[in-house]
């Protein structure tokens, strides 16, 4: 999985760690995403990971601002 390579040596703490993974599955599942080797994926994974890191806290508040820049849909 895209989002998890990404984090593999970040310096994250486990909860944080699964909350960009929760929001990167739900931006995957809204857009219909089930190919985790589609190129998208690293798009929204790298997208995700920047919002998180902006101090966006809420899963679903981080996947919605993804794929709205991300200007997908």
């Known amino acids: 999985m895209a989002i998890y390579r990404l984090l593999k040596n970040s310096q994250l703490n486990p909860i944080e760690v699964d909350r ?3 929001a990167y599955d739900h931006a995957l ?13 690293e798009m929204v ?10 101090g966006v806290h ?13 200007e997908i849909r």
Not at 29 to 41: F, G, M
Not at 58 to 70: C, G, H, N, R, V
């Open 29 to 41: 599942r809204i857009l219909c995403v089930k190919d985790r080797d589609d190129p998208l994926t």
């Open 20 to 22: 960009i993974a929760a």
């Open 58 to 70: 809420d899963p679903t508040d981080i996947s919605a601002l993804a794929i709205k820049e991300l």
């Open 45 to 54: 994974a790298k997208k995700i990971i920047k919002i998180a890191q902006t």
